[in-house]
């Protein structure tokens, strides 16, 4: 023991990760990083937010940052509810986005999480905001909330097995924190084993240099990602931000080439024997995601290698007829997979509906005022389109540029009707009872044969959080 000014300081301590980004920070440097951080409410989905400050236009600029999948235009950002210091339940301060964005000309910068030519893209959207009404919000006792932006351009070099942490809103709930190692930088992507859930997408990630919290990238989660990258959490390094603002350049993005790289990041969760022996549960945790695609039943059974013998025998047990409106979903499901964003618009479905001389289409899309420059939702197809194209779907899928094998697929194969959810269950059902050492691995590698790879991804972030 030693004493330095009467205080007792103790030489078995130390600072064991100072110099990757772990370290000792005050209390007083977190909460004004804190106060930054808001969770963000648009009508579809909750998302995480931050204000900071950077150089637009020649000028030092207080915004809103957070990932273009949450917030991907003005009007959006205008619609949305913004709450500060929520961090325990019934506290916070709501701002309307109205608000927050009042008289600041719409002035913002954005990139998409993948850009038209299907290549990986920075995923931000960052606008301008009224400083003067952030300076007046109070908190319920009627203290100023003092927030104080980060500096976007202070940020700092990442590298593999350095500690970051990641403020953020999980699934909309109070504010709360994780941190853990970076596992691989690939350019302007940051990849890293922090916790996180739905609804994190778009906090700060911080390294403590110097015991400051220094930002270095904005969290994307795992959707965005291509295929391989699954089992890490990935942020888009803020250095590459600022310099496609400057220059629109994306900086390195990575290729398939370097998936190899993170080959040994990805998960393969074996069912145990308690597993399979609590069938229900199990089962239950399986269809969550496998109801999604219960009308490719057959494919997904082949894909897991059930015997055709055992599948035409399912299929003569709960077959209850074709059903035109699955595979009128099954279609355009398929265009908006397939279709480059520049044509993924209302403009084409309507053109398709003229073409094709479906006049009670055209009025009611004319009548509902879709924006024909706006991208469709499967939810408004749902309700819009599909009741009105079912008995013409293979025509409109033609019309839509469909490629004519998926069409036929889709006529051959995704039949319709109740019992497709019946034998489905039974192909899960048989598949569990039948297959040693069947794997949560074996689902995924089935879903990217059938090329579901959104819900592969979908199973593998739930796989990374639920499943042990």
């Known amino acids: 023991m030693a004493s330095n000014g009467g205080n007792v300081i103790d030489h078995n301590e130390a600072l064991v990760n100072n110099d990757k980004g772990g370290g000792i920070y005050s209390e007083k440097v977190l909460s004004e990083v804190l106060n930054t951080v808001c969770l963000i409410k648009t009508s579809t989905q909750c998302g995480t937010g931050f204000i900071g400050h950077l150089p637009l236009d020649g000028k030092d600029t207080v915004v809103l940052v957070t990932v273009n999948h949450v917030i991907n235009k003005m009007d959006t950002a205008l619609e949305s509810d913004f709450t500060f210091q929520y961090c325990e339940e019934g506290q916070g301060v709501v701002v309307k986005g109205a608000d927050l964005l009042a008289g600041c000309d719409r002035v913002h910068k954005a990139c998409p999480p993948v850009m038209f030519d299907g290549s990986l893209g920075l995923d931000y959207f960052i606008a301008k905001i009224n400083t003067d009404y952030l300076d007046s919000l109070t908190d319920g006792a009627g ?43 690939i350019g302007s992507l940051l990849f890293y084993q922090c916790d996180t859930e739905g609804g994190s997408s778009g906090s700060p990630v911080f390294k403590v240099v110097d015991n400051v919290l220094k930002i270095v990238a904005v969290h994307r989660g795992e959707r965005s990602a291509k295929e391989g990258f699954s089992g890490v959490n990935i942020g888009s390094r803020v ?25 040994e990041l990805k998960l393969k969760k074996p069912f145990t024997r308690t597993d399979i022996q609590d069938r229900d549960k199990l089962f239950q945790e399986l269809w969550r995601f496998l109801q999604k695609i219960e009308s490719k039943w057959i494919k997904f059974a082949d894909q897991l290698g059930i015997d055709k013998r055992k599948i035409d025998n399912i299929k003569a047990d709960g077959f209850s007829g074709a059903d035109n409106e699955v595979s009128c979903r099954e279609m355009l499901s398929k265009w908006m997979e397939s279709t480059l964003r520049a044509e993924r618009k209302w403009s084409t479905i309507k053109k398709a509906a003229k073409e094709l001389k479906l006049n009670n289409l055209v009025k009611l899309l004319e009548e509902t005022g879709v924006n024909d420059d706006d991208e469709p939702e499967m939810k408004d197809l749902q309700t819009l389109v599909i009741p009105e194209i079912t008995d013409y779907w293979y025509d409109f899928g033609m019309k839509l540029k469909v490629r004519t094998n998926k069409l036929n697929t889709i006529k051959i194969n995704y039949d319709g009707g109740g019992g497709n959810k019946e034998c489905m269950r039974s192909v899960v059902d048989h598949w569990l009872r039948s297959t040693p050492g069947a794997s949560w691995d074996h689902v995924i590698s089935a879903l990217k044969e059938m090329e579901e790879i959104r819900l592969a991804e979908e199973i593998t972030d739930y796989m990374s959080h639920h499943v042990n």
């Open 143 to 185: 203290k100023p909330l003092g927030i104080k932006p980060i500096d976007l351009t202070d940020t700092v070099d990442v590298s593999e097995g350095h500690v970051v942490s990641v403020i953020q809103h999980p699934k909309g709930q109070p504010r709360s924190i994780s941190y853990f190692t970076v596992t691989r930088v």
């Open 239 to 263: 250095s590459s931000i600022l310099n496609h603002i400057k220059t629109k350049d994306l900086g390195h993005m990575p290729t398939p080439q370097d998936v190899k790289l993170l080959e």
